[in-house]
């Protein structure tokens, strides 16, 4: 163990350390090459007896763990959705862990829990949602579709679930589009509907959920005695950016009293661009909605922004309060802990307002549109090779695309292809893709967001592309 | 928005700002006074258009945020349990923050998947925990108890529930001490069983659950119909770190094919010392247990080391491998997303492994045991103290008490005079107590486990105990 001196002696070496990964973290793969457990095996089975010294545990650190990182801020990382930071959120991130606050009421850390309600009410504004919504940050878009769920189920059983548990006729039914994300199957899970009483609608051809569809069902499911709980619209999903017509389906979630839950876990953040306004029309009709900072607007992993119109009944689903957690304050403040599933909670607010701050809405602005002109960019360089296919619409920085030689057109076929081109492209270690399959088309997914992606590192990328797609023998 | 020569140059100077914070930290109040909404009335109502200096920022960190914070870290925290970090720790954390990985899959971050598998089988080693154990790490100790119970929940009916959802039988019943923590409280309600399903059994009169009545109990509801699910017992309950009796709960679990849930949240990281092995006996009998390692082994907060038996059961519980999941590498290696609700993980493993180097198991060991000897020497002061009472045994670091001056004899009037007493305490700034109520006893809890609190802050702490309580009217 280390004292202070110590500590502030390798605290000044960590920072130059950072300050040269990032300088250099264009030059390392940005997915290692490297078996399964080959790491795990390099490690002692024992634990160390007595203590060690900081400057060998760094040193391998840098040895055997660095290697072995997938590097999610590389600006040559294009593959699933970035977990995008910066750097006034790494010093906020500094501050947090220093402080080591437990926010989980506003006694153990009032300052917390009235800056989390702050820029809460910033990201509100920011984005264009409703004032009558509240909001909080949960550590994932996975748990805050969970709440959601969650409350929809307290809320439209009078709180009876929580108190007596499921009845006979307890039969809800979730609705989202084929495309919605997987973490609604998780939640449906969960919050033990069963995986069969969620109900994947049909999308178009664009993969946006079809409303006549989702009308169609809950019709249906009325007249079999079910009892529709919540629809989960995306914008944005994960295959192909796709999002559904929030204004159709809030109307049809009114007439039938069913909970709408929007998830733009990934897309919400281009909300603070005016011209992406349009599509949260319709959003005073959602019940419920979260984005993930920590996923396009440079706020580190974990962040996720969940707004609710009901606070009341987002707190009686999950509030306990044990003789223990009482305090004199009680009812007058939020206790951030009474609004999800955690007790504990850590002092998240201060990295988003770090964040907000040094970038100033401008700031982010400008990031945001530079990312979605790089994917049109790529888009255009797609569209205008006779060899690769463009699949989706670019709605915001993700383009969905494949390696089509005019030699192939067996789907199946083509589908091995790309998933080879696929594996080739990332064994190169020079850029990360990932992939997701659109209608039954094997798709390489390539999403222009992280924080330090320039043109360069898109031109670069491409012409990896190509060479790999012309190296493949077919 | 700050570039990498900027935030290189206010890294270092956040780094000298946390040193003297650490250096300074015995001065601050440790729980601010003031009133609810001063900090939030205070922070502008809209975000800046344009970006503001670091320095802007930091500064205002330091003149509104940081006098509005409770200081979880100083060593005259006695209040909850603590959530103690420490100098390597927080080395790591920057590193994780740096990183900024996304550890969901093993593919996304092998090194940190690895380096998680090889802790937490250090963790079981140093604790003695069975090898057959699965480790993995959560945010809270709340979530693990909730995947416990989700798990249990399937395991116990074919994986049924996910699947299709509750039936008119279902009717399970939870147990736990009338002292277990109000996190079962929740799990049981999200887990949509209902919370007058959750049983709590009577303790003896050292608060630990009592086996006969649990016994009792399970056969009630079995000729009642009802299922008998899950056992919690608990391993230093939040009251008074009483310790229900794990192998006589264990065969009772087992003789009832009852799912058994070890929460030792806090007093688990006690386990690294031989002479409190004897708390686990029976523990093969146990499906899961989950200690903190962010509560009582220098580990910041977030970090929940939960371990479960059947590692194929959790699994199955959570996992849903849509296709922008899948990878070349799925089922060889562990992909932690699958053993909890979240997707996205943060990369934990890191800070526990410069913790457990740079302390050594004797160094963890040593400090616990300074933490248990202040509490034996709070304990002797309360004792030869007439007007002082101990109210419960201290079994590792928490003192449970309270005033009792000779001529109040009244339960009620004794109970007024002790919130009044906690009030006054924490009105000082000085140190900060937290409180619990013991079979209608208000009651005042101390814990030594801060990880700077040294005997002059104990000794101090008692000193202003005693002055607060001689100046009390009565």
């Given at each position: 163990?280390?004292?202070?001196?110590?500590?502030?002696?390798?605290?000044?070496?960590?920072?130059?350390?950072?300050?040269?990964?990032?300088?250099?973290?264009?030059?390392?793969?940005?997915r290692p090459a490297i078996e399964p457990y080959r790491i795990y095996e390099s490690l002692p089975v024992k634990p160390p007896e007595s203590g060690e010294p900081v400057d060998k545990i760094f040193e391998e650190f840098k040895k055997i763990i660095l290697p072995g990182m997938t590097h999610w801020q590389s600006p040559n990382f294009f593959a699933y959705f970035p977990a995008n930071s910066s750097f006034p959120s790494?010093?906020?991130?500094?501050?947090?862990?220093?402080?080591?606050?437990?926010?989980?009421?506003?006694?153990?850390?009032?300052?917390?829990?009235?800056?989390?309600?702050?820029?809460?009410?910033?990201?509100?504004?920011?984005?264009?949602?409703?004032?009558?919504?509240?909001?909080?940050?949960?550590?994932?878009?996975?748990?805050?579709?969970?709440?959601?769920?969650?409350?929809?189920?307290?809320?439209?059983?009078?709180?009876?679930?929580?108190?007596?548990?499921?009845?006979?006729?307890?039969?809800?039914?979730?609705?989202?589009?084929?495309?919605?994300?997987?973490?609604?199957?998780?939640?449906?899970?969960?919050?033990?509907?069963?995986?069969?009483?969620?109900?994947?609608?049909?999308?178009?051809?664009?993969?946006?959920?079809?409303?006549?569809?989702?009308?169609?069902?809950?019709?249906?499911?009325?007249?079999?005695?079910?009892?529709?709980?919540?629809?989960?619209?995306?914008?944005?999903?994960?295959?192909?950016?796709?999002?559904?017509?929030?204004?159709?389906?809030?109307?049809?979630?009114?007439?039938?009293?069913?909970?709408?839950?929007?998830?733009?876990?990934?897309?919400?953040?281009?909300?603070?661009?005016?011209?992406?306004?349009?599509?949260?029309?319709?959003?005073?009709?959602?019940?419920?909605?979260?984005?993930?900072?920590?996923?396009?607007?440079?706020?580190?992993?974990?962040?996720?922004?969940?707004?609710?119109?009901?606070?009341?009944?987002?707190?009686?689903?999950?509030?306990?309060?044990?003789?223990?957690?009482?305090?004199?304050?009680?009812?007058?403040?939020?206790?951030?802990?009474?609004?999800?599933?955690?007790?504990?909670?850590?002092?998240?607010?201060?990295?988003?307002?770090?964040?907000?701050?040094?970038?100033?809405?401008?700031?982010?602005?400008?990031?945001?549109?530079?990312?979605?002109?790089?994917?049109?960019?790529?888009?255009?360089?797609?569209?205008?090779?006779?060899?690769?296919?463009?699949?989706?619409?670019?709605?915001?920085?993700?383009?969905?695309?494949?390696?089509?030689?005019?030699?192939?057109?067996?789907?199946?076929?083509?589908?091995?292809?790309?998933?080879?081109?696929?594996?080739?492209?990332?064994?190169?270690?020079?850029?990360?893709?990932?992939?997701?399959?659109?209608?039954?088309?094997?798709?390489?997914?390539?999403?222009?967001?992280?924080?330090?992606?320039?043109?360069?590192?898109?031109?670069?990328?491409?012409?990896?592309?190509?060479?790999?797609?012309?190296?493949?023998?077919?």
């Amino acid at each position: 163990m280390i004292n202070l001196d110590e500590f502030k002696i390798q605290a000044h070496k960590f920072v130059d350390w950072i300050a040269d990964y990032y300088n250099d973290i264009d030059k390392y793969p940005v997915r290692p090459a490297i078996e399964p457990y080959r790491i795990y095996e390099s490690l002692p089975v024992k634990p160390p007896e007595s203590g060690e010294p900081v400057d060998k545990i760094f040193e391998e650190f840098k040895k055997i763990i660095l290697p072995g990182m997938t590097h999610w801020q590389s600006p040559n990382f294009f593959a699933y959705f970035p977990a995008n930071s910066s750097f006034p959120s790494l010093l906020a991130e500094m501050l947090t862990a220093a402080l080591g606050a437990q926010c989980m009421k506003w006694e153990t850390s009032p300052a917390a829990t009235e800056l989390e309600e702050a820029v809460m009410n910033w990201l509100k504004k920011m984005t264009g949602l409703p004032e009558n919504f509240h909001g909080v940050i949960q550590d994932t878009a996975s748990t805050s579709t969970l709440c959601a769920l969650l409350t929809a189920r307290e809320q439209k059983t009078g709180f009876r679930i929580n108190d007596e548990g499921f009845k006979t006729a307890d039969v809800f039914r979730v609705y989202c589009s084929a495309e919605a994300h997987s973490s609604v199957d998780k939640a449906v899970k969960i919050a033990g509907f069963g995986i069969k009483n969620l109900v994947r609608i049909e999308t178009d051809k664009e993969y946006r959920l079809m409303a006549t569809g989702l009308e169609k069902m809950i019709k249906k499911d009325i007249d079999q005695g079910k009892k529709p709980l919540c629809v989960v619209a995306t914008l944005g999903t994960t295959s192909s950016t796709a999002t559904d017509p929030v204004k159709e389906i809030g109307n049809i979630c009114k007439k039938y009293d069913v909970w709408l839950h929007i998830d733009a876990a990934y897309a919400g953040s281009a909300l603070i661009l005016p011209e992406y306004r349009g599509l949260i029309k319709g959003i005073e009709l959602a019940d419920s909605f979260v984005f993930n900072p920590h996923k396009w607007l440079f706020t580190n992993f974990d962040c996720s922004a969940y707004f609710v119109k009901d606070k009341k009944a987002l707190v009686n689903t999950f509030q306990v309060v044990p003789e223990y957690l009482k305090s004199a304050d009680y009812g007058r403040v939020n206790d951030y802990c009474d609004w999800g599933i955690q007790l504990g909670r850590r002092f998240r607010a201060l990295k988003l307002w770090f964040v907000i701050r040094s970038f100033g809405i401008k700031g982010l602005q400008e990031k945001l549109r530079k990312h979605i002109f790089l994917a049109r960019y790529v888009e255009e360089k797609v569209r205008s090779d006779n060899n690769f296919e463009l699949l989706a619409p670019v709605n915001f920085n993700l383009i969905c695309f494949r390696f089509k030689p005019a030699k192939v057109t067996d789907i199946e076929e083509l589908n091995e292809l790309n998933m080879k081109l696929l594996q080739k492209i990332n064994n190169t270690g020079k850029i990360y893709l990932s992939h997701t399959i659109l209608k039954g088309v094997y798709t390489l997914r390539m999403v222009t967001g992280q924080t330090n992606t320039e043109q360069m590192h898109v031109d670069r990328a491409w012409k990896i592309i190509q060479e790999q797609a012309a190296s493949l023998k077919f």
